[in-house]
Nanobody, 123 residues
């Protein structure tokens, strides 16, 4: 397994949760690292992404102002801090590596995917 997301769980509406993505050095060596999510009976949805050096971040509209993606350096885990969570944020969250910095929201540009972690927000 080249990527592994962790940190999911159950949280109440309005609460916060941080998920983390760890990977082998090779997986994180190029491209952006992105977070996507998939709710039951829904398609894969872009959440956020961060460049290799951590200087550039990208967010879906629903994530702006609530979620923060970060990393310390190119080899460190990538974290997604989620605040003010809503029931509609309930989904399996996946991290992916090797994505395009030109279109970080396009899941087709990512080369590496790991197992997701389930985030459940109770109302």
């Amino acid at each position: 397994v080249q990527l592994q997301a962790s940190g999911g769980g159950l949280v109440q509406t309005g609460g916060s949760l941080t998920v983390s993505c760890a990977a082998s050095r090779r997986t994180f060596s190029s491209g952006v690292v992105g977070w996507f999510r998939q709710a039951p009976a829904a398609g894969r949805e872009f959440v956020a992404a961060i460049s290799n050096n951590g200087r550039s971040t990208y967010y879906a509209d629903f994530a702006k102002g609530r979620f923060i993606v970060s990393r310390s350096d190119a080899q460190s885990p990538v974290t997604l801090q989620m605040n003010s969570l809503k029931p509609e944020d309930t989904a399996v969250y996946y991290c992916a590596g090797g994505g395009s910095q030109r279109v970080p929201s396009d899941f087709r540009t990512y080369n590496y995917w790991g197992r997701g972690t389930l985030v459940t927000v109770s109302s």
